[in-house]
Structure formats: C-alpha cells, structure tokens
C-alpha cells in the first residue's frame, strides 16, 4: 500500500511541474495578489499636481507660494497664463488652481478644484484652507482674506459619479477576459480542439468566430451599465454616446487578447477561470484607477499600470461621463489599448502555432 502511495505522489508531482499553471497559482500568484494589497490600496494623498496662478508680487504672496510649494502634499507649479492652467485642469494634469488677485484692494484667493476624483478634491481643499488660514494669521495687513472655492466636474464632490464610470470598466474587463478564457478552454478540455483544428477552418477563424458572440455581449453589457448609471444613479454624462461605443469596441481588443492568451496557457476550465481573474479583473479592480486613484499609488506602481489596459479605458468612461469629449486624452488612451492588445494577439497566435506544431 506504501509503495502504491508513493508512486501516486511521485506522479502526482511531476504531474505538477509538467503543468506551470499549477505553479504559477500555488506561488506565484498569492505573492502578486499581497503585494497589490500591500501597495495598492492607500487613502493617503500627496504630491498632488497643483498650480498656482498669482498676479502679485508682494512678499505676503510669496511667503504664500512658497508654504505651498514647501509642503509635502502638494507638487506646485506657479505661473500667470490662467488659460494654460485651466486646460491642464481640463486633461487631468492638475488637481487643483489656486488664483492669486493683485491684492491692491483686498486679498481674494480662488481654488478650482478637479471634482472628478472627489477624495482627492476633498483632500486638497483640506490641505489648501490649513495652509492659507496658517498664512492669514500672520499677515500684517489688516485687509481681510476672501476665499473663493469652486468645484469642477463634480460640483456635489459625490464619489459616486468617480466609482460608476471605473466600475463599468471592471464589468467589461471580468465579461470580456473570463468568457473568452473559458470558450477556448473548454475547447481544449473535452478534446474538441484538436478536431477543429483538423477541419480546412484556419485557426485565426476559428478564433474571431469565437469572439464575435462576446464582443456583442460585453457592449450590451455595457450599455446595460450605462443606461444604470445614467437614469438610476443620475451620474452626468457629458460627452458623446458614438466615443463611448467607439471607445469600448477598441476596449474590447485588449480585453479579448487577455482571455485568449489565458486559455492558450490553463487548457482546462477551472484553471482559466483562475487565472482570468487573478490576471484580468484584479489588476482592473485594483490598479486600473477605478477604485483607487492611480496618483496615491507608489511610483513604481503608477508606472507598472500603463502596462494594464484596463487603465486606458477608466480615464476614458470617467473623462466621458464628467468632463466631455477631450480628444487628446482619447487618442492617448487609443494608442495604450491598441497596442496592449497587438502585444496579446501576437503572443496568442505564436502559443497556438507552437501547439498545432
């Protein structure tokens, strides 16, 4: 009995190492999964893009300037073109303006916040008042301080409006990487695979006839998702429906390649499943912007989440849905998808010639 014991596990093992999948989610995978946990999820704000545009030069304005630049919540630039400023509040390059007037007649001061990511618009208005309040108690001017706020994009700061748009992105992420993974899985499971690779049906047909049913299931999806938001949630919906559909479909190339690559890797079902997730939907989840806002992330994870597609298209639903049609944004975001998916679909189609090989 110990000896048939023994066998069994000897072949169990090799068994294991014949297969890298098993590996991959008994070690690998728990490791990436703790370190996105780790890093990913912080509530803390800082180095937050923040301009200032002051149209005096006195030396109360500049002890002003420079505690903001000094602090440590905020990565300043200063400047007068206020149409400059303005468009990069607009693209998301700023979080925040803070208006300087002449102060020849009385100090007024206008925040424009970015009310698009409200925790971040919440945190800067905070950080903004303590610093200016701080440097109003030791004005020698008698004149009084009149602050102005105003919020752009999200006048009722609701992190409502910021989560529904990124959310719709993870639901078309999990719909698109999972179905896809377990179509072509199952395939290779029941053992089908290999006799429709037997037909005359080249396999970049057999592919696209497979993804065609779940391209129109993940727009309709999609647009479910969106007719919820727009009339149940009442989230603002400000740019153009033809750039949403466009943007989706493009969406969808990244996302597809993602559950093909998957399926080529775990040829069986629950394997794919796994990995779908851990791969596809966690990334999106958690360092894509949908939830979490990519600025508060370490640097090195800010940098690793234009490798996640999903990235390219939260910035795209949440531009759409607060700010407009910002073309420059879109076309950026276009490129990431288009290339992201080129880089799966090349890998894919490598993996399945090695097979048929």
């Known amino acids: 009995m110990i ?57 109360s304005t500049n002890e002003l300037i420079s505690s903001f630049i000094g602090s440590k919540f905020f990565d300043t630039k200063v400047g007068k073109d206020k149409n400059e400023f303005l468009k990069e509040l607009q693209e998301n390059r700023l979080k925040a303006v ?17 009310g698009s ?95 065609v049913p779940y391209i129109f299931l993940s727009i309709a999806s999609m647009l479910l998702c969106f007719l919820v938001a727009f009339f149940w949630y009442e989230v603002p919906f400000r740019g153009s429906v033809a750039m949403l559909m466009l943007m989706s479909v493009i969406y969808l190339f990244p996302s597809l390649g993602v559950g093909l690559l998957v399926s080529t890797l775990a040829k069986n079902q629950f394997v794919a499943s796994q990995a779908s997730i851990i791969v596809g939907f966690l990334p999106a989840f958690l360092i894509s912007g949908a939830i979490f806002e990519i600025n508060n992330m370490p640097e090195f994870l800010q940098y690793f989440s234009y490798l996640i597609h999903a990235r390219y298209f939260v910035s795209s639903l949440q531009t759409l849905f607060l700010t407009g049609d910002i073309y420059s944004i879109f076309l950026a975001n276009i490129t990431g998808m288009v290339l992201i998916g080129a880089f799966f679909f090349l890998v894919v189609f490598m993996r399945l010639k090695r097979s048929l090989d």
Do not use: C
């Open 3 to 59: 000896r048939r014991i023994k066998a069994i596990a000897v072949k169990e093992t090799l068994q294991v190492f014949r297969d890298p999948s098993s590996i991959v989610i008994a070690f690998v995978l728990p490791l990436i999964l703790l370190f996105l946990m780790g890093y990913a999820v912080s509530l803390d704000s800082k180095n937050i893009k923040f301009g200032i545009i002051s149209y005096s030069n006195s030396k």
């Open 98 to 114: 803070l208006v300087i007037d002449d102060f020849k007649t009385s100090h007024k001061i206008q925040l424009l916040l970015d």
């Open 117 to 211: 990511e409200p925790n971040t618009a919440s945190l800067v208005t905070n950080y903004a008042s303590q610093i200016i309040q701080e440097w109003a108690l030791n004005l020698t001017s008698k004149k009084s301080v009149d602050i102005q706020t105003r919020v752009w994009f999200n006048a009722p700061v609701s992190s409502r409006y910021f989560l529904l748009p990124g959310s719709i992105a993870v639901i078309m992420t999990l719909i698109g990487t999972l179905l896809t993974a377990l179509v072509i899985a199952r395939e290779w499971e029941r053992g089908t695979m290999e006799a429709l690779l037997a037909t005359p049906v080249s396999m970049g047909e057999i592919i696209a006839g497979k993804l």
